[in-house]
Structures are given as C-alpha cells and as structure tokens.
C-alpha cells in the first residue's frame, strides 16, 4: 500500500515563500518521476513542476524562476521550494509519483489529496 501524504501548505502574503513536501510511505522500489500539480477553483487541474529520477526538472512557464523542486528518491520525498509568490498560484497543490514498487514491473501513478495554498495580503 502506497500512499503520498503533503505537508506545508498554508496563507502567505504576495511576495512570501512556503516550502512543500511530500512523503511517500509503503514497499516502493524506485520513483521514477515525483512532480507536481495544483488546480484553483474553477479550473482544471495543471501541471507545475517534475523531478526525474535522473535529476532532470521541468517547469510550468508560469513559476520558472521561482519554484524549485527537488526530490531524494532514497527517502521517497520530493519538496517543491515556492518563492516569490502571487495570488495567481493560489490553488490546492498535489503531489503525483510515478514508482516502480516491484522491479520490472509495470509503473505505476499515485497522487496525494492535496494540500491549499492561499496568497493572499
């Protein structure tokens, strides 16, 4: 059983930072991407950033520059490092893992439940 629980979301003001984790517990074998998404109301669910298990990042155009993701496989945790923030990246922020819990085994998806972000003054 794997699960993916976040951690660090909360109010900051415009221009404030806040730091995501997320933690995933159960038998897993390797990650082989830990990103994440965010949806704000009324909208669809995007894409934010992502983290390869070959140490490559990718960004929404929107937050390059200010996000950063990291991970450490061998902890099963990936941290998303959110600066300089705006109301516009106000949203619930998920975190989503591709893993392998058995080798050469089909991958497999798993998301967190989310946790808000609110950028408000």
């Known amino acids: 059983q794997v699960q993916l629980v976040e951690s660090g979301g909360g109010l900051v003001q415009p221009g404030g930072s806040l730091r995501l984790s997320c933690a995933a517990s159960?038998?897993?074998?390797?990650?082989?991407?830990m990103a994440w998404y965010r949806q704000a109301p009324g909208k669809e669910r995007e894409f934010v950033a992502a983290f390869t298990s070959g140490g490559t990042t990718t960004y929404i155009d929107s937050v390059k520059g200010r996000f950063t993701i990291s991970g450490d496989n061998a902890k099963h945790t990936s941290y998303l490092q959110m600066n300089n923030l705006t109301p516009e990246d106000t949203a619930v922020y998920y975190c989503?893992?591709?893993?392998?819990?058995?080798?050469?085994?089909?991958?497999?998806?798993?998301w967190g439940q989310g946790t808000q972000v609110t950028v408000s003054s």
């Open positions: 989503h893992y591709v893993l392998l819990i058995i080798p050469s085994s089909p991958l497999r998806l798993y």
């Open positions: 159960g038998s897993i074998f390797k990650i082989n991407v």
